[in-house]
């Protein structure tokens, strides 16, 4: 296995968020290998653009990149293969397939996708519930959201509320735990509009219990104790029954699956603002 470090070079006359993503998702199929990501943002003249590329012919980099200003384009392509580098352009291709197919030209503006836009503000405004209504403060909260996660501590519970808030989606969520009372704004919410989360008791075991650790405190306490976290588990699925809501396992599933498996669950993909 060669352990020797690849720069990947992420370069963009925007934000290169795009070109970033890819680099993530690609780099997490060699998760033995060694990366090093170089990202160079704005690049927006050609003497800046050479510099760039002249440093990653010095380390034999790969370049990933979102550059749409034609002449930009052409001096790093150009370069690249003088040098025998390889790079990838993430936008061209698909941005000249769909000027075939609309019989129109692209407009080529720069960060085009990052406008103060309605949607922009409606992410903002979901951000802002989801922190407001995050672990059950004010139970008004539910009766406003688009959609109600319930679930008992360490089901993701607030990492999906944020998730999905990037989505545009309001959302409100509420620990659940035996000995509390449910408020009464939950029975008022449309079922349809609820997700109950749930998790393998071994795995919230295991989740607690190095919680615990993590705060300089013994792994067995009440909070990580199978039995109580069976008791636990037992209380919110019969809610759940009783609710007649949508029911998730977290226990094998990344954030975004899960995000995934509850925008299809209630019909809300088309009202995402990605």
Not at 62 to 68: D, E, G, R, V, Y
Not at 107 to 132: P, S
Not at 143 to 169: F, H, N, W
């Amino acid at each position: 296995m060669n352990n020797e470090t690849i720069n990947l070079y992420i370069i963009s006359d925007s934000a290169g968020d795009t070109a970033l993503k890819l680099a993530h998702a690609t780099m997490a199929q060699f998760p033995e290998a060694h990366f090093y990501i170089n990202r160079r943002n704005f690049v927006r003249s050609e003497e800046k653009l050479v510099r760039i590329l002249e440093e990653v012919r010095d380390n034999q980099g790969i370049i990933l990149h979102t550059i749409i200003t034609p002449t930009l384009n052409t001096t790093l392509e150009d370069f690249c293969h003088e040098n025998s580098l390889f790079q990838f352009n993430l936008m061209s291709s698909i941005i000249n397939e769909l000027s075939v197919r609309t019989g129109m030209k692209p407009t080529l503006e720069l960060g085009a996708q990052h406008h103060l836009d309605e949607n922009y503000f409606k992410r903002i405004k979901a951000m802002e519930f989801a922190a407001k209504y995050d672990d059950g403060k004010d139970p008004k909260g539910f009766e406003k959201a688009d959609l109600v996660l319930l679930g008992v501590s360490r089901t993701s519970k607030t990492p999906l509320s944020l998730y999905l808030a990037q989505k545009g989606i309001r959302v409100a969520n509420l620990p659940l735990v035996p000995q509390a009372r449910i408020p009464d704004e939950i029975w008022n919410v449309d079922s349809k509009k609820i997700v109950g989360l749930t998790n393998d008791p071994k795995i919230l075991n295991n989740i607690r219990a190095e919680r615990m650790i993590s705060y300089g405190l013994d792994a067995e306490t009440a909070y990580s104790n199978m039995e109580n976290i069976q008791k636990e588990l037992d209380f919110a699925n019969d809610l759940y029954e009783k609710l007649n809501c949508v029911v998730i396992n977290v226990a094998k599933l990344s954030i975004e699956e899960t995000a995934s498996m509850i925008l299809d669950a209630l019909g809300l993909e088309d009202k995402t603002f990605i």
